[in-house]
């Protein structure tokens, strides 16, 4: 199977970066090196090519109504203009996918999923729109997405848009979508637009002072904020409340997977835990995970934290926060314990 390129790749390649497949993308991992990236985020401005992404739009009478039914939030409480994360659940009550929701007036609505889930989402709101008065398009093959994050991304925006936008808000121009969004845990945006805009935004932020990242500090910035990383962190057999992720469940309205989720509340279960080592050394996803000498569990996401300079992993434990555990690296136990995330 052939990979896919954005519309930037050759920008990518200029610039140096190392492509690796990503979802079935040619994507840039890093440019120059994932902690001078990652640090350039949390200091100034980055910019990420995350054009993979998808957008599906919903537009029809009954757009509030099913989609409240195929994620876990009730959009009779979003008004225009609003972006809300939030899961799209089977009847299992496990993720298909986590998305962001865009409110761009009350009968048309946009959702961004991930990369690798674009097919499976559409299809799967497809097979439940049949009671709905609703029409759906799956336009990823014809939208760009750039995220700008950082502490400087705001002033970046205003001299590149003349625009400002609040923290999970959305402003339009023209056929471009704004929001205040992002992965990184830091102030910025994504900006979303016609494929053949994208290559004048890219170099218009990047003239400006934005430095290009690549996935590889994408993965740390979010790891340190605890973000769930989708096919990675869930896999479809993970229910929400196992990820540790009921703030995003809206209780007071019906939604496939509900009943499920209520009678799992029931029972005890693993959550995903936040893993902190304590020794030198570099954890990856599979590493194992043993608590008093016994096998418990394997990291879902593990990497270096730039910022804490320690081992950071995520992993699903039936401990509590502070336990001691150890993570298997190549045949060595590296100390480390159970702590409550974000970890930055």
Known sequence: MTSRRTPLFSHHKELGAKIVDFAGWEMPIQYTSILSEHKAVRDG???????????????????????????????????????????????????????????????????????????????????????????????????????????DS????????????????????????????????EKGCEI???????????????????????????????????????????DGNQTTLEADYSWVIDWNHDFIGKEALMDFQKKRYPKLRGILIEDRGIIRPGNLVFNNGSKISSLTSGSLSPSLRKGIGLAYLDLDIGTPITVEVRGNHLNGRVVRMPFL
């Open 192 to 234: 979303i637009g016609p494929l053949s805009e994208v290559v004048n935004h890219w170099e218009s932020l990047v003239e400006m002072g934005a430095i290009p990242i690549g996935l590889g500090a994408r993965d740390t910035l979010r790891l340190e904020k605890g973000y769930l990383l989708s096919g990675q962190d869930f």
């Open 154 to 185: 705001s002033r970046l925006l205003g001299q590149h848009l003349n625009t400002s936008v609040g923290s999970f808000q959305l402003v339009k121009i023209g056929d471009t979508i704004i929001s205040g969004t992002g992965y990184t845990g």
């Open 45 to 151: 401005a980055g910019i990420f090519d995350v054009s993979h992404m998808g957008q599906i739009f919903v537009k029809g009478p009954e757009t509030i109504d099913f989609l409240s039914y195929v994620t876990t939030w009730d959009m009779n409480r979003q008004k225009k203009g609003d972006c809300r994360y939030c899961h799209i659940l089977d009847e299992r009550g496990c993720i298909i996918d986590d998305t962001i929701v865009y409110t761009i007036s009350e009968d048309s609505y946009m959702l961004i999923p991930n990369a690798s889930k674009i097919s499976k989402v559409f299809d799967w709101l497809s097979k439940n729109s049949e009671k709905f008065e609703v029409s759906l398009e799956n336009l990823s093959d014809e939208y760009f997405c750039l995220a700008l994050q950082g502490p």
